[in-house]
């Protein structure tokens, strides 16, 4: 029973703020990288973020730095992508992933999606 669940998507007007949860079950979070994806329809997946195991420094996307940070509580067994200043184009399922290592190509699971939608 293997499993990342996110939570906490929904719509939301332009300039809003989400913040989306991806909880691990059944193993230990601690031992991956936590990425956040997001696909949306006619577009290529997109890794917006990734933080390591330790909370190193992570690294976003070009398209969403300064607007979105990744957290992650490992007592919690849980990582975070707290979205702000969200703008219509960041629109999207949103996936949250773990690598072995933010540098890696390979992921190694992914969450369900949760769907984010902004608009007015």
């Known amino acids: 029973q293997l499993q990342l669940v996110e939570a906490g998507g929904g719509l939301v007007q332009p300039g809003g703020s989400l913040r989306l949860s991806c909880a691990a079950s059944?193993?230990?979070?601690?031992?991956?990288?936590i990425a956040w994806f997001r696909q949306t329809p006619g577009k290529e997946r997109e890794r917006v973020s990734c933080i390591s195991g330790k909370g190193g420094t992570p690294t976003y996307s070009d398209s969403v730095k300064g607007r979105f940070t990744i957290s992650r509580d490992n007592a919690k067994n849980t990582g975070y992508l707290q979205m702000n200043s969200l703008k219509p184009e960041d629109t999207a399922v949103y996936y949250c992933?773990?690598?072995?290592?933010?540098?890696?190509?390979?992921?190694?699971?992914w969450g369900q999606g949760t769907q984010v939608t902004v608009s007015s």
């Open positions: 059944g193993f230990t979070l601690d031992y991956y990288a």
């Open positions: 992933a773990i690598h072995y290592y933010c540098s890696g190509p390979r992921v190694a699971g």
